[in-house]
């Protein structure tokens, strides 16, 4: 539970971080790091309750668009600038990292299994923003 | 609008121009094709757009002339600058609403381009970015302000390196060499701290995580030869970021 608290705050800190990184506006930083906040939130309770790497960055990333796609409305701007720097601690950067390290020691057992692991968050990411932007579209063109 | 023949030649620049820096800023490719359609349309033409990352080729029809084609060469890849992004949608929402005179809006263009992001902002956001995922991934809070040293490191080192125009996978495995030869160093020094931890805040700025996102989005929209291109660079630059770390990690630990 502490772990997760400081993850949380991690995560706040480090999405807050990515937003100056990528140049965004000043008005946008606070927004962006709760984004991150509550997106690695969802991560954690959809991985408490499956227990599935999928799912979890599925739902991280569908959430994080959301919740973007709402203060895009509010703050006048397009999600883009929201959803990346939110989606930011989900980036599979640890994981990456180990199967590289597995590779550079020549251990071809982990280096598949954690390379595995990071091309499914990978994928799972992109299909959570993506399933959730194509709803958005099908929505915008029965208004229109 | 009604446009001259030189005028429509300098549309075409100009939508160029605007494609080119859409990619530059880390713009997905479906949004850089949507945006030059849209304004070509405005504008009075027929459109044909087609991009992939390292190419952009344009094709607009009129009714009653001739059509005009051309292409550009994209070498350049950018990473992602909102700062830059946020100023092209403005521009291309004018342009849609009500078409500027070429003139006015190649000005623009040449503006937006020379504009940066503003320094103290990317260094701040480098050390906070690096020192957040060094906690994030599971190190302490000294592992974390090392972390974020090295961040603003990286932050300066970029700016160096991006201005020799190295190609991104030869920068990736320099900065990744200096970086990990810095790191193992230190945590040589000083026991408590957590290699892995270090590295990995530090590599969350270089590596091409959110690309690799892009690339697999891509390919999920239907861009399949944009998100293959982009897939089998990011492997290519992470394979690079390896490289150096495992060149650095190989001479640390020839010191006793």
Same mark, same amino acid.
């Given at each position: 539970m502490l772990d997760a608290i400081y993850q949380l705050i991690a995560a706040f800190v480090a999405a807050f971080g990515f937003a100056m990184y990528f140049g965004a @506006?000043? @008005?946008?930083f606070f927004v962006c790091a709760l984004g991150g906040l509550l997106s690695w939130g969802v991560y954690l309770l959809t991985d408490y309750l499956f227990h599935s790497l999928f799912l979890s960055n599925f739902s991280g990333s569908a959430f994080a668009v959301l919740y973007a796609e709402v203060l895009a409305r509010h703050m006048k701007c397009t999600a883009t600038m929201i959803v990346v720097p939110s989606v930011i601690p989900l980036i599979p950067g640890g994981m990456l990292y180990y199967t590289l390290d597995a590779a550079v020691h020549g251990d071809l057992a982990a280096t598949r299994q954690i390379g595995g692991d990071t091309l499914i968050s990978a994928l799972a990411i992109s299909a959570g923003i993506s399933v959730v932007m194509a709803l958005r579209e099908l929505h915008m063109k029965r208004q229109a | 609008m009604d446009l001259t023949r030189d005028e429509e030649a300098r549309l075409i620049a100009c939508l160029m121009e605007t494609g080119q820096l859409l990619l530059e800023c880390g713009a997905e490719i479906s949004r850089v094709e949507d945006t030059l359609t849209r304004i070509g349309t405005a504008y009075g033409g027929v459109m044909n757009v087609f991009v992939i990352p390292s190419l952009i080729t344009i094709t607009m029809n009129y009714p009653d002339r001739e059509s005009i084609t051309e292409t550009r060469r994209i070498r350049s890849y950018g990473t992602t600058d909102f700062y830059r992004l946020e100023k092209l949608n403005a521009l291309s929402r004018e342009c849609c609403a009500k078409p500027i005179p070429i003139a006015e809006f190649r000005e623009r263009l040449y503006k937006i381009a020379a504009g940066k992001k503003p320094l103290p902002a990317v260094l701040v956001g480098s050390i906070l970015g690096a020192g957040g995922f060094a906690v994030f991934f599971g190190g302490n809070l000294w592992d974390g302000l090392v972390s974020a040293v090295f961040g603003a490191i990286i932050c300066l080192l970029q700016g160096r390196i991006g201005r020799t125009e190295l190609n991104t996978a030869a920068a990736n495995m320099l900065v990744s060499l200096m970086i990990g030869l810095g790191v193992g160093l230190v945590s040589k020094l000083i026991p408590v701290l957590h290699m892995d931890k270090i590295l990995i805040g530090d590599i969350m700025l270089l590596i091409p995580g959110l690309t690799m996102t892009n690339a697999i989005r891509n390919i999920l929209v239907g861009n399949t030869i944009s998100g293959v291109v982009r897939l089998a660079e990011t492997i290519i630059w992470a394979a690079a970021l390896a490289g150096g770390f495992m060149m650095a990690l190989a001479i640390v630990n020839l010191i006793p």
């Open positions: @506006r000043k @008005r946008f | -």
